[in-house]
């Protein structure tokens, strides 16, 4: 019921700053809300999204992967991690200034309304391919 609140909260406010209409998807007990990155011109872009474990135990996003470059779990520094603790009802926002996916070495731009594919790997959740899309920063 919390992860539900948290994306509607988060959906709502994309809406309200123009972004397009938000999306989830989950694996087991893991719930993914609205993967999403700004436009890409300089072949970086930072993946944000709402991640949330419904289950009693703790799991953990421990890899990425994506056909369009490399992608990596990294800090709000951009250095890269390990993995990242998703404890049981607490939903974990990742963004740029947090923990994030960065992805690297991204040949084509992404103009707004594209969309990237990428697969999350979880320690015990398993893995899930996700639609990313492109767009525009609420604040712009």
């Keep these: 019921m919390l992860l539900r609140r948290f994306i509607l909260s988060l959906g709502l406010a994309l809406l309200a700053g123009g972004a397009a209409m938000a999306h989830s998807y989950k ?35 421990i890899g990425a992967a994506t056909p369009i470059g490399t992608a990596a779990i990294q800090d709000a520094q951009n250095r890269p ?44 959740a398993g893995d899930v391919a996700v639609t990313v899309t492109v767009e525009k920063s609420p604040s712009e």
């Excluded at 694996?27 to 419904?54: K, Q, Y």
């Design 27 to 61: 694996l087991g007990l893991i719930e993914i809300g609205h993967p999403w990155m700004t436009p890409v011109a300089d072949g970086t872009g930072i993946v944000n999204m709402a991640l949330a474990n419904n289950g009693p135990e703790p799991d953990y996003l």
């Design 81 to 124: 991690v390990d993995e990242i603790a998703l404890p049981p009802a607490k939903p974990v926002a990742l963004r740029d200034g947090a923990f994030h996916i960065g992805i690297s070495r991204i040949s084509t731009p992404l103009q707004a309304g594209a969309s990237v594919p990428l697969t999350l790997h979880f320690a015990k």
